[in-house]
């Protein structure tokens, strides 16, 4: 099992100290009027705003932390604050986080932000955005201050490293290099906890962000020109799984994730393609290899799947480290399938590399599994 290091006090302490001053600043500064905090991805702008509301609950009559996506999914959740002749200014007015507002992409729900950033303080609230790039829109510029996210420094970088290292079940050598590498590569601290959870992952996976890290620890070996086999021994049963799920969708739901990810191998296969699905137990980042052979090239394409419950979407995370993947390993494309759905920030981003990457939700697997040709499903 592995150990949830994040979940710590020694863990919190080293983040209250490596954003001691973004926390004095965003006290300062809400002072004055609405907030942005920017910052790329992985640089801590959530775990930011989750400590200055756990450390502020007294300085507020309540505070209330939304995210992007959530918004773009459910308008009503802007309601309390764009009401007419809402809360007026107290000595105690309500604080409203919106962490990821990059995430709300509809202009209608843009604007009622900005209405609230605009009007908050006259209503009694404070505001506090989150995003990754510039808001390049004026009433922001106008409204509002900007703090931006730096890397962390190495003296936090090593007192990561010997917390993990205390929780560490590789060899010692192991760990110093991973440790060094990161310090000469690295101060984001999203790249920064995903090296260092690969010390107490029970399981022998790594996170593909750091070629420099694959090279010295794993170099792993890809012949594109060599077609992976194909799968055959799951035939049998995952017939039965399409028969299943060709009469009654929502079956997907109650397969395990194995299961699902041997659906949806078969499923590729029966539209022609070769598929491999890898060991269950190390996947590189990757749940199946599909090769598809024509008359202008071969193409290798690497698939990921995520069997999630309905109401838990996939976010850019996945995607982004997929397509990570596919360059490094100079794979053609890449898809993610899922049993649910894929957040805002998810689509956004496959819509920039759309020649590279594809999304398959629960809604458009459905339609696929009931265009398998008839003979399929017996």
């Not at 300085?59 to 209330?64: L, M, V």
């Not at 590789?170 to 101060?187: C, Q, W």
């Not at 996939?314 to 993947?325: A, D, H």
């Not at 494309?333 to 981003?349: C, E």
């Amino acid at each position: 099992m592995n150990i949830d290091i994040t979940n710590s006090e020694e863990f919190r302490e080293i983040v209250r100290r490596s954003r001691a001053r973004e926390l004095h600043e965003l006290t300062r500064r809400l002072y004055s009027g609405a907030v942005v905090v920017y910052g790329d991805a992985g640089m801590g702008k959530t775990t930011l705003l989750e400590m200055f509301r756990k450390e502020n609950p007294g300085a507020y009559r309540k505070i209330t932390l939304l995210r992007g996506y959530e918004i773009e999914l459910d308008k009503s959740l802007l309601v309390p604050y764009i009401l007419p002749g809402g809360m007026r200014p107290t000595a105690f007015p309500e604080l409203v986080i919106i962490d990821g507002f990059d995430e709300v992409l509809a202009p209608a729900l843009r604007e009622q932000v900005a209405d609230i950033v605009r009007e908050g303080w006259t209503r009694g609230y404070k505001i506090i955005l989150s995003a990754r790039k510039h808001l390049n829109e004026k009433v922001f510029d106008q409204y509002t201050s900007s703090i931006r996210l730096r890397g962390i420094n190495e003296e936090d970088i090593r007192a990561l490293y010997e917390l993990y290292a205390r929780h560490s079940n590789k060899h010692p050598d192991l760990d110093m290099t991973v440790r060094d590498l990161v310090l000469a590569d690295h101060s984001n601290p999203g790249d920064i906890l995903a090296q260092f959870s690969y010390l107490v992952d029970d399981e022998d996976q790594f996170l593909y962000r750091n070629p420099v890290i694959i090279e010295e620890l794993e170099r792993p070996t890809i012949i594109l020109d060599e077609a992976p086999k194909l799968i055959t021994d799951l035939r049998v049963v995952n017939t039965k799984l399409l028969d299943r799920i060709g009469r009654r969708p929502e079956a997907i739901r109650e397969l395990s994730p194995r299961q699902f990810e041997e659906l949806v191998a078969e499923l590729y296969q029966e539209l022609g393609y070769q598929v491999q699905l890898t060991q269950q137990t190390r996947d590189g980042g990757k749940d199946l290899i599909i090769m598809h052979r024509s008359d202008i090239g071969n193409f290798m394409i690497y698939g990921e799947c995520k069997h999630h419950a309905p109401d838990r979407p996939i976010g850019v995370g996945v995607v982004s480290e997929l397509f990570g993947r596919i360059n490094f390993d100079r794979a053609t494309a890449g898809m993610v399938v899922t049993s649910s759905y894929f957040s805002p920030d998810a689509k956004v981003f496959q819509s920039k590399i759309e020649h590279q990457m594809s999304l398959v939700d629960f809604v458009k697997l459905s339609s696929m599994i009931e265009t398998v040709p008839p003979k399929i499903i017996k």
